[in-house]
């Protein structure tokens, strides 16, 4: 048991996971988000410190990382679904989803490897989604970010092969909570609980990948051979 650091730290997704780790994996969790997270809460098994974390800031991500000592687990669960409509027409508004959803995505997770790979040891659990499998047009400035960050995290998953360092890549649906409310759900949604649920489990599995629910992982694998004309009409 050790220190598990969550980045993102008013995730619905990423709180869910360290409750769950607290006690068994974690005896120490740092949440992190702009602001630091007030009022700290209260989770049984461990002790919570909340720190300032802006993604966005790339020169802030070394200092967060080695101050925050030996990291045991990072949940990196940050990110904003931004508005599709406004990025289009503005193009400030579809660089900063790219940045907060990719960019900063690259530096986080580059920095937590080096930190981890000096100690030969550490996991890291990154949130991909289903909107990065095949990118469409109703989302696709958010879904190309996300593609982005998949294929980065896939590769990193493999260089870390071998130096005791584990990358845990987790590929959600649609996820019915604050990111997307007033949004119509779509098919095989899950809750943020569910999505932790799955998360603990890959993670206590030894699993290098999981998609939420499972029964995606087969539907995208039909879905990248759809036809490009029957794709783009689909409307999330």
């Known amino acids: 048991m050790g220190t598990v650091l969550l980045l993102g730290g008013r995730s619905e997704i990423g709180l869910a996971v360290v409750r769950r780790l607290a006690g068994r994996e974690a005896t120490r969790i740092v949440l992190a988000a702009r602001g630091g997270v007030e009022p700290v809460p209260e989770i049984p098994g461990a002790a919570v410190e909340s720190v300032d974390f802006d993604a966005d800031d790339l020169a802030a991500h070394r200092p967060l990382v080695e101050g925050t000592g030996e990291i045991d687990v990072a949940v990196v669960a940050f990110g904003i679904l931004g508005d599709q409509a406004r ?21 986080v997770l580059t920095e937590l490897a080096n930190h981890m790979r000096a100690r030969s040891r550490g996991t ?93 992982q087969p539907l995208f694998a039909v879905a990248r051979h759809l036809p490009r004309a029957l794709w783009r009409r689909l409307p999330r």
């Open 87 to 107: 990025a289009e027409a503005d193009p400030a508004h579809a660089v900063q989803v790219v940045h907060t959803d990719y960019v900063a995505h690259v530096q």
């Open 124 to 216: 890291i659990v990154v949130y991909s989604s289903v909107a990065g499998a095949r990118v469409r047009r109703a989302n696709y400035v958010y879904g190309s970010a996300k593609a982005g960050l998949d294929g980065f995290a896939s590769g990193l998953a493999d260089a870390l092969h071998g130096t005791g360092v584990r990358l845990l890549l987790v590929r959600p649906g649609f996820v019915i909570g604050r990111m997307t409310e007033g949004m119509s759900p779509a098919p095989f949604s899950s809750t943020p609980d569910q999505v932790a649920d799955a998360t603990v489990a890959a993670l206590r599995g030894g699993r290098d990948e999981v998609w939420v629910p499972r029964v995606l």
